[in-house]
């Protein structure tokens, strides 16, 4: 079935889209049920400290309600209408969700997958949706510190298998001081989508000012033609929302979430992995022929025929983002920095993939967080918040 691009840009540029979208990049394959709970989902499974081997920690034991009382009743994010009637349906009817039935002949008790085939692409003209099945097939590696909190540690190596769109050099690296591949955070580059499909011009002109001064981290506020009182609203929203940031010594300059976006076209995918597809009885990642195919083809072609998914064998560790810069104006760039030789010209052409454990608790408790006004309005006050966000970020410091 063919995408839908102007729907899904409707659906996330929505507030039901947004929840819908972070909770399936950082936790797949997912019931409705699992969604409806999905914060307190994500703090029953991802404990500190446990095994991420699922012959050691079963996934089952985490979505049960024997620990109710350990941790807190968090709101339900979506409604039975929200699912059944709206957003899932939706998203289903417009390509961005598959519903995958546990077995096959059975229409009822379903599971859902984020179409990792869709990219979306920012350049000056906004943002581009479209299907993408180009494949080259990477077996990726991370070595995971377990009980980093306590006296005795111990290592695990957790394997990815990713679907990068072309043979690219892969990173991990926290790239925090390459202001330019700053990708840390879900709320934040869905807020950057969200720019791209409202003010497409608003975001050419952000790109083109931090283009004109990329030797400089910061630049002020006045240097932008919207830094007028009629327009000046727009340079504090994108403040708030994330995509610029205050000087801290100077607030009358920013800086820019992306640095780099102006020099090219910014290619996201979400969950370009073949991990979540391991909870399939049929699907062996060692088969030649499914490292041809991409994670959705593959989905596609086990579950045509017989099938069943074990829930308890659902990965706990997979790539929930993958970002690459493409056509790369490198005669633009030249102007600014030194990058004549080809080593330093593909660094930017860098494929930088994100675990989801690593992004999970940014996707919660962000300000920006799709999730963080119900839970607060919930729980009642800041405190039990920033005990809860310590507990978690426990958690993906250790991975």
Not at 110 to 129: P, R
Not at 235 to 241: D, H, L, Q, V
Not at 361 to 383: C, E, Q, T, V
Request: with cysteine; charged share 25%; hydrophobic share 35%.
């Amino acid at each position: 079935m063919a995408i839908e691009p102007d729907e899904i840009k409707k659906i996330i540029t929505s507030v039901a889209g947004t929840r819908l979208l972070t909770c399936l990049s950082l936790i797949q394959p997912i019931t409705s049920n699992e969604l409806k709970n999905f914060p307190r989902l994500c703090f029953e499974i991802f404990k500190p400290n446990q095994s991420l081997n699922n012959s050691k920690r079963s996934f089952l034991n985490y979505v049960s309600n024997e620990n109710h009382r350990v941790y807190p009743e968090f709101p339900q994010i979506f409604t039975n209408t929200d699912l059944y009637k709206r957003i899932l349906k939706q998203s289903i009817d417009a390509g961005l969700v598959i519903n995958i039935p546990e077995t096959e002949n059975k229409s009822r008790f379903n599971y859902y997958f984020l179409n990792s085939d869709i990219c979306f692409t920012i350049n000056k003209k906004g943002l581009h949706i479209n299907e993408d099945t180009s494949i080259s097939f990477e077996k990726y590696q991370y070595n995971v510190i377990i009980n980093k909190t306590k006296w005795k540690l111990y290592q695990e190596d957790v394997k990815d298998y990713i679907a990068l769109s072309s043979r690219q050099w892969i990173s991990e690296r926290e790239l925090d001081h390459y202001q330019g591949l700053q990708i840390n955070s879900i709320p934040r580059l869905l807020n950057m989508f969200h720019l791209a499909i409202k003010d497409p011009s608003f975001l050419e002109e952000l790109q083109d000012v931090f283009c004109k001064s990329i030797y400089s981290n910061y630049v002020k506020k006045n240097a932008f033609p919207s830094w007028n009182p009629k327009t000046r609203y727009k340079i504090y929203s994108a403040i708030k929302n994330g995509l610029l940031y205050e000087n801290p010594l100077n607030n009358r300059s920013v800086s820019v979430t992306l640095q780099y976006w102006g020099f090219g076209d910014n290619e996201f995918r979400f969950c370009r992995s073949y991990n979540p597809l391991r909870c399939l009885s049929n699907f062996d990642i060692d088969d030649k022929d499914m490292r041809k195919r991409t994670p959705i083809q593959c989905l596609r072609e086990v579950t045509s025929d017989k099938y069943k998914i074990s829930p308890e064998q659902r990965p706990f560790v997979f790539t929930s983002l993958l970002f690459n810069i493409k056509n790369i104006d490198f005669n633009q760039l030249e102007n600014c920095l030194p990058i004549k030789e080809e080593k330093a010209r593909r660094f930017y052409e860098i494929a930088i993939v994100k675990r989801n454990t690593r992004l999970m608790g940014d996707a919660i408790f962000n300000n920006n967080s799709p999730f963080l006004k119900m839970i607060m309005k919930k729980m009642g006050g800041k405190a039990k918040i920033l005990n809860l966000k310590k507990y978690l970020s426990e958690e993906i410091v250790g991975y």
